[in-house]
């Protein structure tokens, strides 16, 4: 039947697979791979799983490269979300997604639907989700367009996590001109669960029945995964129907119903329909477990009439579950979904053979390998070249700069700089308390989320600069690991795994493509240093308009663990007397940082590389101090430098500092420099003596720079003033600006 | 004694109310699903916070017309004790158990922050163990929370005493700084005129323990519990 099908439509086709996205040579694959010319609703098939989003054909050879395994790993990368043991019989389920190309034409489904995506694939393996973190970029909120995507975007992020009761606990938002056009909206999400509950993508057991749960299935989303995979231009806004739109209310009750079901051992295998909607979900079951599926298209409950077979295979509605169901557990899933007042539809079962075959009106429309669709598609191995800016850029010298003249307006500046000013008016929008878990919310280095369970904690951050991974791929992926890594360690946790998010230019540009290959070797050699593995990820590629590339941004997500839930660290300084002590290296550079940007206008020089055995050492002595409770204060120094981290430590503590730095530095680098591997502490005077030995011991330089006290972050440097502002001087400058831009 | 949690289509608050009550206070406590027809044996029955149907039509809307709001209007009739909580305060409204509404905060965003609430009347079940103009530190997190009372209505609240608390800055003075969502007369929450029925926006149950930075919210919790201790005594002897 397919095949005289396929016959009938060959000549007709007119190389229609170009229009579907795929390369002429992409084609001739699945001609080979099925033994025939695909008919039409097959080709649909094999256009939206070869898609980039889909088949990772440009980067699979390159992510090889990512330590994926530890003995905490349960599930690595190729899984719904990565799965670490945290102890107790409990394990961590986490993952980070993009949803850019949505969000940059309709912000607040965009967002929306990333969020509810992105919880899909924790619970499908059978989590209960417990926080979303968020990584954000948008061109400068200086225009009517930037502040509506802003807007758009966080209302969204808000709109769909507090409707589901999931706390957004952390996060970033970083303005470029180069995101303008292209903003980038990356959604974490981080969930727990017994170890014995795990449940896999899998279309196990012949005769089992395949489920439809949820939404009913409508026309918005076709395709969306192939918009996902072109460059953006002026013609995109025409792909607003590609956008899906969330329904967040129905995702709580799924989310509820599917908990329960997996509690209950009800169900076989759990899979999320999300991007390339039904032909993803059955044809990636199928083939993780070697097993065929006859699927009745006539069954899937549709919001209107008329759909089109293609169109229900390849539709990305949101909020739906397939579920792989032993007969004799049905009736239990029906009644679950019944109190959850859930349409649940048998649509077909699981058979022998490796075939995913499709009826509609009792006709055979598609009859495909799954291997070969879910698989089949081709790893690239591109070109790269090293761009031409590369060199022209790190050959700047920021040290050719005059010096400051008025070093204290310099911070205020910073401080109320977009990327470092408060991200309050972004957060409030947030709930971050429900679930009453929170024990540290946005704002500190990460968020830290009691396990009610275990009294032990995780902490989680997200962290990557574009900024500083253009001027350098390589160094920016090893920063990405290493700072995220870093935030998790000043909240006194080890780092067990992280998850990434891969946002760059497009990968048949060779500039792109070697932006992308150095990024990702920098991030598996930190990885590899650090020993934290990779259990997940996404890459989205092709973010530019009109030839215009983003900044390569590799956002990293870590989770780490903390032992006792009680014993964590903020950023703020709590106690009058005690001293600050900078801890890590001294080497910092101007080269892109926050000063060069803000003060003048320039992204460009070398950026501090990082020791990653230091960083190693580093993260593992602050993880000791917390846990033995001898710092009062732990913050990560980053953006802006010394001089910001301080003003942070003290506007979060609501205590002033006053800091003597010796005369040998030069203070405008001291102060405003920017380099990996250090944190500021503030400790009682008694625990002293012992930081200081342990810091020797671990072989990580500690310099006692002042003490915490009075009302103004009060600078010197050899003796002469350099900076004197006071807290609600620096407060005003940090906290107002946001709230006042965006009204 | 036994406190009851409803759980609508959408709740979300229902696990933080339910811990609270069994791991903080260590009281009975039972989760009423929203289809019953009948509540059950219970002293005080919570409303949690949540996105009940969604808010698709209005806040609370719906949940107000589930089967178990028959059965709560019985409990509430015959003098048992109900707490609404954020959504559950505006689904209260909805059902006609608390007069006024709650409507879209005025900055027409959703807010989550740590706010400061003064008690003006200590004399109900719920708020027995605090002294009148007490300041407590509690986050709210809502969108549609700002409570709308007309003229005739406000003088009546104030007249009986049912307004229960009003959003006030660090040291208890009424401000439109303090006041999160721009409602009237920086009402925070009422009780019904016979004083057995609270809704309040800000979050009790989300300040219970020091570890999320405030106990504030506890004061609710032990009044009520000194309340049927009390009645218990009374009761026996």
Same mark, same amino acid.
């Given at each position: 039947?397919?095949?005289?099908?396929?016959?009938?439509?060959?000549?007709?086709?007119?190389?229609?697979?170009?229009?579907?996205?795929?390369?002429?040579?992409?084609?001739?694959?699945?001609?080979?791979?099925?033994?025939?010319?695909?008919?039409?609703?097959?080709?649909?098939?094999?256009?939206?799983?070869?898609?980039?989003?889909?088949?990772?054909?440009?980067?699979?050879?390159?992510?090889?490269?990512?330590?994926?395994?530890?003995?905490?790993?349960?599930?690595?990368?190729?899984?719904?979300?990565?799965?670490?043991?945290?102890?107790?019989?409990?394990?961590?389920?986490?993952?980070?997604?993009?949803?850019?190309?949505?969000?940059?034409?309709?912000?607040?489904?965009?967002?929306?639907?990333?969020?509810? =995506?992105?919880?899909?694939?924790?619970?499908?393996?059978?989590?209960?989700?417990?926080?979303?973190?968020?990584?954000?970029?948008?061109?400068?909120?200086?225009?009517?367009?930037?502040?509506?995507?802003?807007?758009?975007? *966080?209302?969204?992020? +808000?709109?769909?996590?507090?409707?589901?009761?999931?706390?957004?606990?952390?996060?970033?938002?970083?303005?470029?001109?180069?995101?303008?056009?292209?903003?980038?909206?990356?959604?974490?999400?981080?969930?727990?669960?017994?170890?014995?509950?795990?449940?896999?993508?899998?279309?196990?057991?012949?005769?089992?029945?395949?489920?439809?749960?949820?939404?009913?299935?409508?026309?918005?989303?076709?395709?969306?995964?192939?918009?996902?995979?072109?460059?953006?231009?002026?013609?995109?806004?025409?792909?607003?129907?590609?956008?899906?739109?969330?329904?967040?209310?129905?995702?709580?009750?799924?989310?509820?119903?599917?908990?329960?079901?997996?509690?209950?051992?009800?169900?076989?295998?759990?899979?999320?329909? +999300?991007?390339?909607?039904?032909?993803?979900?059955?044809?990636?079951?199928?083939?993780?477990?070697?097993?065929?599926?006859?699927?009745?298209?006539?069954?899937?409950?549709?919001?209107?009439?008329?759909?089109?077979?293609?169109?229900?295979?390849?539709?990305?509605?949101?909020?739906?579950?397939?579920?792989?169901?032993?007969?004799?557990?049905?009736?239990?899933?029906?009644?679950?979904?019944?109190?959850?007042?859930?349409?649940?539809?048998?649509?077909?079962?699981?058979?022998?053979?490796?075939? *995913?075959?499709?009826?509609?009106?009792?006709?055979?429309?598609?009859?495909?390998?799954?291997?070969?669709?879910?698989?089949?598609?081709?790893?690239?191995?591109?070109?790269?070249?090293?761009?031409?800016?590369?060199?022209?850029?790190?050959?700047?010298?920021?040290?050719?700069?005059?010096? $400051?003249?008025?070093?204290?307006?310099?911070?205020?500046?910073?401080?109320?700089?977009?990327?470092?000013?408060?991200?309050?008016?972004?957060?409030?929008?947030?709930?971050?308390?429900?679930?009453?878990?929170?024990?540290?919310?946005?704002?500190?280095?990460?968020?830290?989320?009691?396990?009610?369970?275990?009294?032990?904690?995780?902490?989680?951050?997200?962290?990557?600069?574009?900024?500083?991974?253009?001027?350098?791929?390589?160094?920016?992926?090893?920063?990405?690991?290493?700072?995220?890594?870093?935030? *998790?360690?000043?909240?006194?946790?080890?780092?067990?795994?992280?998850?990434?998010?891969?946002?760059?230019?497009?990968?048949?540009?060779?500039?792109?493509?070697?932006?992308?290959?150095?990024?990702?070797?920098?991030?598996?050699?930190?990885?590899?240093?650090?020993?934290?593995?990779?259990?997940?990820?996404?890459?989205?590629?092709?973010?530019?308009?009109?030839?215009?590339?983003?900044?390569?941004?590799?956002?990293?997500?870590?989770?780490?663990?903390?032992?006792?839930?009680?014993?964590? /660290?903020?950023?703020?300084?709590?106690?009058?007397?005690?001293?600050?002590?900078?801890?890590?290296?001294?080497?910092?550079?101007?080269?892109?940082?926050?000063?060069?940007?803000?003060?003048?206008?320039? *992204?460009?020089?070398?950026?501090?590389?990082?020791?990653?055995?230091?960083?190693?050492?580093?993260?593992?002595?602050?993880?000791?101090?917390?846990?033995?409770?001898?710092?009062?204060?732990?913050?990560?120094?980053?953006?802006?430098?010394?001089?910001?981290?301080?003003?942070?430590? /003290?506007?979060?503590?609501?205590?002033?500092?006053?800091?003597?730095?010796?005369?040998?530095?030069?203070?405008?680098?001291?102060?405003?420099?920017?380099?990996?591997?250090?944190?500021?502490?503030?400790?009682?005077?008694?625990?002293?003596?012992?930081?200081?030995?342990?810091?020797?011991?671990?072989?990580?330089?500690?310099?006692?720079?002042?003490?915490?006290?009075?009302?103004?972050?009060?600078?010197?440097?050899? =003796?002469?003033?350099? $900076?004197?502002?006071?807290?609600?001087?620096?407060?005003?400058?940090?906290?107002?600006?946001?709230?006042?831009?965006?009204? | 004694?036994?406190?009851?949690?409803?759980?609508?289509?959408?709740?979300?608050?229902?696990?933080?109310?339910?811990?609270?009550?069994?791991?903080?206070?260590?009281?009975?406590?039972?989760?009423?699903?929203?289809?019953?027809?009948?509540?059950?044996?219970?002293?005080?029955?919570?409303?949690?916070?949540?996105?009940?149907?969604?808010?698709?039509?209005?806040?609370?809307?719906?949940?107000?017309?589930?089967?178990?709001?028959?059965?709560?209007?019985?409990?509430?009739?015959? =003098?048992?004790?109900?707490?609404?909580?954020?959504?559950?305060?505006?689904?209260?409204?909805?059902?006609?158990?608390?007069?006024?509404?709650?409507?879209?905060?005025?900055?027409?965003?959703?807010?989550?922050?740590?706010?400061?609430?003064?008690?003006?009347?200590?004399?109900?079940?719920?708020? =027995?163990?605090?002294?009148?103009?007490?300041?407590?530190?509690?986050?709210?997190?809502?969108?549609?929370?700002?409570?709308?009372?007309?003229?005739?209505?406000?003088?009546?609240?104030?007249?009986?005493?049912?307004?229960?608390?009003?959003?006030?800055?660090?040291?208890?003075?009424?401000?439109?700084?303090?006041?999160?969502?721009?409602?009237?007369?920086?009402?925070?929450?009422?009780?019904?005129?016979?004083?057995?029925?609270?809704?309040?926006?800000?979050?009790?149950?989300?300040?219970?323990?020091?570890?999320?930075?405030?106990?504030?919210?506890?004061?609710?919790?032990?009044?009520?519990?000194?309340?049927?201790?009390?009645?218990?005594?009374? +009761?026996?002897?």
């Amino acid at each position: 039947m397919a095949e005289r099908d396929s016959k009938n439509n060959a000549g007709r086709q007119d190389k229609i697979w170009r229009k579907l996205g795929l390369k002429d040579f992409e084609y001739a694959m699945i001609v080979d791979q099925l033994g025939r010319e695909p008919n039409p609703v097959e080709l649909n098939m094999y256009s939206v799983m070869w898609s980039e989003h889909c088949s990772y054909k440009h980067s699979r050879s390159s992510l090889k490269l990512f330590p994926t395994e530890s003995p905490r790993v349960v599930q690595g990368p190729g899984e719904n979300a990565g799965v670490v043991d945290i102890g107790d019989g409990y394990a961590a389920v986490f993952k980070i997604e993009s949803h850019n190309h949505p969000s940059a034409v309709e912000p607040y489904q965009g967002a929306a639907t990333g969020v509810g =995506g992105i919880l899909r694939d924790i619970y499908t393996m059978g989590a209960q989700p417990i926080a979303f973190l968020n990584s954000l970029r948008f061109g400068p909120p200086d225009n009517d367009r930037g502040r509506y995507l802003l807007r758009g975007v *966080v209302a969204g992020i +808000g709109g769909y996590g507090n409707c589901v009761g999931i706390p957004t606990v952390g996060g970033e938002v970083y303005f470029e001109p180069c995101y303008r056009g292209n903003p980038l909206v990356n959604a974490m999400c981080v969930g727990v669960m017994p170890l014995e509950r795990l449940v896999l993508g899998q279309a196990c057991g012949e005769g089992n029945l395949v489920v439809l749960a949820g939404a009913r299935t409508g026309r918005d989303g076709i395709h969306g995964v192939t918009f996902a995979s072109e460059e953006l231009s002026e013609q995109s806004e025409k792909d607003r129907p590609a956008v899906q739109v969330g329904d967040p209310f129905l995702g709580k009750l799924l989310i509820d119903a599917t908990l329960e079901a997996v509690e209950k051992k009800l169900v076989q295998g759990v899979q999320d329909l +999300g991007g390339a909607g039904l032909t993803c979900a059955l044809t990636e079951t199928a083939s993780r477990a070697g097993t065929g599926l006859e699927i009745d298209l006539d069954k899937v409950p549709l919001r209107e009439e008329g759909l089109e077979p293609f169109e229900i295979l390849t539709s990305e509605s949101q909020e739906r579950m397939l579920f792989i169901v032993e007969p004799e557990h049905l009736s239990g899933l029906e009644d679950i979904f019944r109190h959850w007042q859930l349409p649940l539809t048998v649509l077909g079962r699981v058979t022998k053979g490796r075939l *995913v075959r499709i009826f509609y009106r009792g006709e055979i429309v598609a009859e495909v390998p799954a291997e070969s669709v879910a698989g089949g598609a081709p790893a690239y191995e591109p070109e790269g070249r090293e761009p031409d800016y590369y060199r022209e850029l790190s050959s700047f010298d920021p040290l050719s700069l005059p010096p $400051l003249k008025d070093p204290g307006r310099v911070l205020l500046n910073l401080l109320s700089s977009p990327d470092i000013a408060s991200k309050e008016w972004v957060w409030q929008q947030y709930d971050y308390m429900v679930r009453t878990c929170t024990l540290q919310g946005p704002g500190g280095d990460a968020a830290v989320i009691r396990l009610r369970e275990s009294g032990k904690a995780l902490a989680v951050a997200v962290d990557g600069s574009g900024r500083l991974t253009y001027l350098d791929p390589y160094l920016g992926g090893m920063l990405a690991v290493a700072e995220a890594t870093r935030n *998790v360690s000043c909240c006194g946790a080890e780092p067990i795994g992280i998850t990434d998010c891969l946002n760059f230019g497009n990968p048949e540009k060779p500039a792109a493509f070697w932006q992308f290959r150095r990024a990702v070797e920098g991030m598996a050699e930190a990885c590899r240093v650090l020993e934290v593995p990779v259990v997940g990820g996404n890459v989205s590629f092709y973010n530019e308009v009109e030839d215009e590339a983003i900044y390569p941004t590799p956002v990293v997500g870590a989770v780490g663990l903390l032992e006792d839930a009680g014993r964590h /660290c903020g950023p703020g300084f709590k106690e009058e007397g005690d001293a600050i002590c900078l801890l890590g290296p001294e080497e910092v550079s101007l080269g892109g940082s926050q000063l060069l940007k803000v003060v003048h206008g320039r *992204v460009a020089g070398r950026p501090a590389g990082i020791d990653l055995g230091m960083e190693k050492k580093v993260q593992a002595l602050l993880c000791r101090l917390v846990a033995r409770g001898l710092v009062s204060s732990v913050h990560d120094l980053s953006e802006g430098g010394l001089a910001v981290s301080l003003a942070e430590s /003290c506007m979060a503590g609501g205590r002033g500092a006053v800091i003597e730095l010796p005369l040998s530095t030069d203070p405008d680098l001291a102060l405003f420099g920017e380099g990996p591997s250090r944190a500021i502490l503030s400790l009682p005077e008694k625990n002293r003596d012992q930081v200081i030995e342990m810091a020797e011991e671990a072989g990580v330089e500690l310099r006692v720079i002042g003490r915490v006290g009075g009302d103004a972050l009060d600078i010197c440097c050899g =003796g002469g003033r350099f $900076l004197k502002l006071r807290l609600d001087e620096m407060k005003k400058a940090f906290e107002e600006v946001f709230s006042w831009m965006m009204s | 004694m036994k406190f009851g949690v409803i759980v609508f289509p959408g709740s979300n608050c229902d696990l933080d109310a339910y811990h609270l009550v069994r791991d903080v206070l260590k009281r009975d406590v039972e989760y009423i699903g929203y289809d019953r027809r009948k509540l059950g044996n219970f002293d005080v029955v919570i409303l949690p916070g949540g996105f009940t149907y969604g808010d698709y039509l209005r806040s609370g809307a719906l949940a107000a017309r589930t089967p178990v709001i028959e059965a709560l209007a019985g409990f509430a009739n015959s =003098g048992g004790l109900v707490l609404g909580i954020c959504n559950g305060f505006q689904v209260l409204t909805e059902a006609g158990l608390l007069p006024g509404a709650l409507c879209r905060n005025d900055s027409l965003q959703f807010r989550c922050r740590q706010v400061y609430v003064r008690v003006e009347t200590n004399t109900l079940a719920f708020t =027995g163990k605090a002294k009148n103009g007490d300041v407590l530190k509690m986050p709210v997190a809502h969108g549609d929370g700002s409570y709308y009372a007309p003229p005739e209505l406000l003088r009546d609240l104030d007249d009986n005493g049912q307004v229960v608390f009003r959003y006030v800055d660090r040291d208890g003075r009424i401000s439109e700084a303090a006041n999160p969502n721009g409602s009237t007369a920086n009402i925070a929450g009422i009780a019904n005129r016979r004083g057995n029925v609270v809704g309040l926006m800000p979050h009790p149950e989300r300040a219970g323990e020091r570890a999320l930075g405030s106990v504030d919210g506890l004061v609710l919790f032990r009044s009520l519990i000194g309340h049927l201790q009390d009645r218990e005594v009374a +009761g026996n002897g």
